[in-house]
C-alpha cells in the first residue's frame, strides 16, 4: 500500500507519550508500520521524561494518549506549549466521540484519533495531514516576515526619496528666489534708474524667473502625493469614512 510519508525528502522524528504500556506499545507498533522507513517513533510512558525530551529536542509531530495518570493530554500539551514547543499534535483518546474532537481541536490539537479504531491508514493520514499543515504555516511565517521586511525597506526607500525631493526643491527654489528678488529691485528703480534697454532686458528676466516657478510648482507640487503615503493621512480616513457612512 503506498503512503505519501513515504515519499518525504526527510524523516519525520514523532513523540508518542501514553502511561498504558499496551496502548503505547500498539500505536508505536502501528505507526512504525504505517510508515517504515519514512518515521522514527520516539515512545514515552513518563510525563516527565517526555517533557524533559521536547524541551531538549523538538519533533516534527507529537500524540498524546487523552488521559494520562498525572495529567490529561490537554494540559500537557498546554505545559509544552508554555515551555516553546510548536509541534503540532494529535490527541489519541479512549473513545471516539464529536464532542472530545471539537474540544481537542479548540485546545490546539491538529486532530483527535480514538484508540478503538487506530490503524495504520488512519495514523498515518493524520501524521500527514499535521505535518503538512506545520510546513504551509511555517511557509506563510516566513513569507510574512520577507513582505514585512521588504515593506519596511520601501518605506526606508521612500523617506529617502522625499528627503531626496525636499532638498531638490530647496536647492532650486532658494536661488531662483534671490534672483528673482534681486531682478524685483532693480526694476522697481531701488538701485537706481535703467535705461529702456535695461528695463526690458530686466522684465524679461523676471518673466523667465515667474515662469521657472510655475514649472517648478507644476513639477513638485504634482510629484509630492506620489511620493508620500496616498490614503493613509487623516484626511483621507475623514473621507473614507464619509464615503463608507454614504
Given amino acids: 500500500m503506498d503512503f505519501p510519508i513515504d515519499d518525504l525528502c526527510v524523516r519525520i522524528r514523532a513523540v508518542v ?5 499496551g496502548d ?21 510512558g513518563d510525563v516527565e521524561l517526555a517533557a524533559a525530551e521536547l524541551a531538549n529536542q523538538e519533533p516534527d509531530v507529537i500524540l498524546l494518549d487523552s488521559s494520562l495518570e498525572s495529567c490529561t493530554g490537554v494540559e500537557f500539551l498546554e505545559r509544552v506549549r508554555a515551555m516553546g514547543v510548536t509541534a503540532p499534535a494529535i490527541l ?11 474540544a481537542a481541536r479548540h485546545a490546539g490539537f491538529l486532530d483527535c484519533l480514538s484508540k478503538s479504531t487506530l490503524s495504520e491508514q488512519t495514523l498515518n493520514g493524520a501524521i500527514e495531514n499535521a505535518v503538512e499543515k506545520q510546513t504551509l504555516a511555517a511557509r506563510a511565517e516566513s513569507y ?5 521586511a521588504a515593506v519596511r525597506e520601501m518605506d526606508a526607500r521612500m523617506r529617502n526619496v522625499e528627503v531626496f525631493h525636499a532638498s531638490l526643491e530647496r536647492e532650486l527654489r532658494t536661488p531662483l528666489g534671490v534672483a528673482r528678488e534681486l531682478v524685483s529691485i532693480m526694476v522697481d528703480g531701488l538701485e537706481g534708474s535703467l535705461s529702456m534697454g535695461q528695463q526690458d532686458l530686466l522684465s524679461s528676466v523676471q518673466e523667465s524667473c515667474d515662469q521657472l516657478k510655475r514649472c517648478l510648482d507644476s513639477l513638485f507640487d504634482g510629484s509630492r ?7 493613509s493621512g487623516p484626511e483621507s480616513e475623514q473621507s473614507g ?3 463608507a457612512a454614504q
Avoid: H, W, Y
Fill in 144 to 148: 510574512r516576515k520577507r513582505l514585512e
Fill in 92 to 102: 489519541l483518546a479512549s473513545r471516539g466521540d464529536e464532542e472530545l474532537a471539537m
Fill in 241 to 243: 469614512q464619509q464615503s
Fill in 24 to 44: 503505547l506499545d500498539l500505536t508505536c507498533n502501528l505507526l512504525r508500520a504505517a510508515a517504515t522507513p519514512g518515521i522514527d517513533v520516539v515512545p514515552f
Fill in 17 to 21: 507519550l501514553d502511561d498504558n504500556q
Fill in 225 to 231: 502625493p506620489e511620493i508620500g503615503a496616498p490614503g
